[in-house]
């Protein structure tokens, strides 16, 4: 059972475009969400999170929006780097992390 | 920042014989670690939790007598594949959490493992 979804397994963006990807999820008792960054071979890093009480947050080129009705959250990226080029993976906390299966983000130049 | 060094980054090792992969916290406390497993092109798969000095909590289908973990400090936990076996080649990441910080997990570099 997929706790944390998300569809796309890949995107591509030309560069200085924006960026989203999505994020699906269907435990209501998540009372956090992140987003992670990763590369080959090496564990993720950490971008931004949102607490469930919020719709926003912002930071730097990247905002993540919450919708709790629809349980979706997004990371939206503006504008696109090349180096922003990795997989995404979007999490959900309850206690321990559920993690999506991750979307590759290719941006070109 | 917070830094969890995990070590061997990578393995190969023979069928039937076992594999040790340690995680240390550096300049901080890990009062707990989780042990994740992730396939080519799959999600991050939490495998099990520990806490300093106490056994580990493993998730559903994963086998605790084949995975060991130990957390016998609290900047130190390890994870033992015993008996490996070629569907145990994956990649396999640890994460800290941070004392007092509720949303500092702090990611090893993970290991890949390859089984021959």
């Known amino acids: 059972d997929q706790q944390v979804k998300q569809n796309s397994p890949s995107l591509s963006v030309q560069e200085g475009r924006i960026s989203i990807l999505n994020c699906d999820y269907t435990n209501s008792m998540f009372d956090y969400f992140l987003w992670y960054k990763k590369y080959p071979a090496e564990g993720p890093t950490f971008l931004i999170s949102?607490?469930?009480?919020?719709d926003k947050n912002e930071d730097g080129r990247f905002t993540v929006f919450l919708n709790k009705s629809a349980k979706h959250l997004s990371l939206h990226i503006v504008p696109s780097q090349p180096g922003d080029s990795a997989v995404y993976f979007c999490?959900?906390?309850?206690?321990?992390?559920?993690f999506g299966q991750g979307t590759t983000l290719q941006v070109k130049p | 920042g917070a830094v969890v060094s995990q070590h061997p980054s990578r393995v190969i090792c023979k069928s039937g014989t076992s594999v040790k992969i340690e995680c240390r916290s550096l300049?901080?406390?890990?009062?707990?670690m989780f042990w994740y497993r992730q396939f080519p092109k799959q999600s991050l798969m939490l495998m099990a939790t520990s806490n300093e000095g106490s056994k580990a909590t493993y998730e559903q289908g994963v086998e605790k007598d084949k995975f060991l973990i130990n957390h016998a400090s609290l900047t130190l936990s390890t994870l033992t594949v015993t008996s490996a076996h070629p569907e145990d080649s994956s990649f396999y990441i640890c994460?800290?959490?941070?004392?007092?910080?509720?949303?500092?997990?702090?990611f090893g570099s993970g290991t890949r493992l390859t089984v021959v």
């Open positions: 949102i607490s469930s009480i919020k």
């Open positions: 300049d901080f406390q890990a009062t707990t």
């Open positions: 999490a959900a906390k309850a206690g321990k992390l559920i």
């Open positions: 994460s800290a959490r941070i004392l007092g910080q509720g949303l500092g997990y702090t």
